[in-house]
């Protein structure tokens, strides 16, 4: 019997695409799941969680490609439908608690300096004056800040901040302002992206920017890149700290040349990589969490 795999995603497009036909491929039937139409049920009979397209049983396996935006209360649905799975035995790659521990920016600066990867000093404050005195004790070490939205991905919303003045408006930023520290680069603002899947590091581009942000998303460039013994190291090492499936890891070299984790990714999109290596990554992707399908116990049909 074939194994049934939701694909959870609310914009196929390319990706979708990609990962259907590889798990298609390998036998399985495939649905594309909106979280947007997933219901918690419990009562007798019931399947605890319900997805549009199998019956009222569970899937053999999640993979989860996009979890859409909303409200405070809609977030947190979404991600307790991915707790849900979990919960009841169903693999999900990547689970909400690995979403969690990276949608947050915060968190991710957290757990990466917990554990010990080299990656920029952070702070996430409250409060404007607090966000303008750690913009002025930067200038005054002679360095700049990088200011992100704490939930944002693709480069948006990035901003460089060597003033305070230059800081967003807290609406702007919903009164939460996440500051980095900028790390300059010798010659022209590039980095690496760095994808691994079950704890290995399978494929890596360099990306290079016209500005100072080098998201392929935001224009950048890419080119196949060698992945050196530091790379592997520095992102295999970032995804064991925050227990993640698979991730893209955005590496940054300093003008002296030593390597920190800039933002890991629970959701990578791979086009731009694709286009550059030789690895077909949704074939991959599908053979990791059907591997996950293969070492885990029966999911739950229901609850009692």
Request: net charge neutral.
């Given at each position: 019997?074939?194994?049934?795999?939701?694909?959870?995603?609310?914009?196929?497009?390319?990706?979708?695409?990609?990962?259907?036909?590889?798990?298609?491929?390998?036998?399985?039937?495939?649905?594309?799941?909106?979280?947007?139409?997933?219901?918690?049920?419990?009562?007798?009979?019931?399947?605890?969680?319900?997805?549009?397209?199998?019956?009222?049983?569970?899937?053999?396996?999640?993979?989860?490609?996009?979890?859409?935006?909303?409200?405070?209360?809609?977030?947190?649905?979404?991600?307790?439908?991915?707790?849900?799975?979990?919960?009841?035995?169903?693999?999900?790659?990547?689970?909400?608690?690995?979403?969690?521990?990276?949608?947050?920016?915060?968190?991710?600066?957290?757990?990466?300096?917990?554990?010990?990867?080299?990656?920029?000093?952070?702070?996430?404050?409250?409060?404007?004056?607090?966000?303008?005195?750690?913009?002025?004790?930067?200038?005054?070490?002679?360095?700049?800040?990088?200011?992100?939205?704490?939930?944002?991905?693709?480069?948006?919303?990035?901003?460089?901040?060597?003033?305070?003045?230059?800081?967003?408006?807290?609406?702007?930023?919903?009164?939460?302002?996440?500051?980095?520290?900028?790390?300059?680069?010798?010659?022209?603002?590039?980095?690496?992206?760095?994808?691994?899947?079950?704890?290995?590091?399978?494929?890596?581009?360099?990306?290079?920017?016209?500005?100072?942000?080098?998201?392929?998303?935001?224009?950048?460039?890419?080119?196949?890149?060698?992945?050196?013994?530091t790379l592997r190291s520095l992102a295999e090492g970032a995804?064991?700290?925050?227990?993640?499936?698979?991730?893209?890891?955005?590496?940054?070299?300093?003008?002296?040349?030593?390597?920190?984790?800039?933002?890991?990714?629970?959701?990578?999109?791979?086009?731009?990589?694709?286009?550059?290596?030789?690895?077909?990554?949704?074939?991959?992707?599908?053979?990791?969490?059907?591997?996950?399908?293969?070492?885990?116990?029966?999911?739950?049909?229901?609850?009692?």
């Amino acid at each position: 019997m074939s194994l049934r795999i939701a694909i959870v995603t609310d914009d196929p497009g390319w990706h979708g695409a990609r990962l259907r036909a590889a798990f298609a491929a390998r036998g399985c039937a495939v649905r594309l799941v909106s979280l947007r139409e997933c219901r918690l049920e419990t009562g007798p009979g019931a399947p605890g969680v319900w997805l549009p397209g199998f019956g009222g049983r569970l899937p053999d396996g999640v993979f989860v490609r996009g979890v859409p935006g909303g409200s405070l209360e809609e977030v947190v649905f979404y991600l307790d439908i991915l707790h849900g799975l979990r919960e009841l035995g169903v693999p999900v790659v990547n689970d909400a608690r690995a979403i969690e521990r990276t949608v947050d920016k915060g968190m991710t600066s957290l757990l990466l300096h917990r554990a010990g990867i080299a990656t920029p000093p952070a702070a996430v404050v409250t409060g404007a004056g607090e966000a303008r005195r750690r913009v002025l004790e930067a200038r005054a070490r002679g360095g700049e800040l990088v200011c992100k939205p704490l939930f944002g991905s693709q480069g948006e919303g990035v901003v460089r901040v060597t003033e305070p003045d230059q800081l967003p408006p807290a609406a702007a930023c919903r009164g939460v302002w996440y500051l980095q520290r900028f790390v300059p680069v010798a010659g022209r603002c590039h980095d690496w992206r760095v994808f691994v899947i079950g704890g290995r590091a399978v494929a890596a581009m360099r990306r290079e920017g016209e500005g100072w942000v080098s998201n392929v998303a935001r224009g950048g460039r890419c080119e196949a890149a060698l992945l050196d013994d530091t790379l592997r190291s520095l992102a295999e090492g970032a995804v064991a700290a925050l227990e993640m499936d698979y991730a893209g890891v955005d590496i940054i070299r300093d003008a002296d040349g030593r390597a920190w984790v800039l933002e890991v990714n629970s959701v990578p999109a791979w086009k731009g990589l694709q286009s550059v290596c030789s690895l077909d990554i949704a074939a991959a992707l599908a053979d990791h969490c059907l591997r996950r399908c293969a070492g885990a116990p029966a999911a739950l049909e229901a609850l009692p």
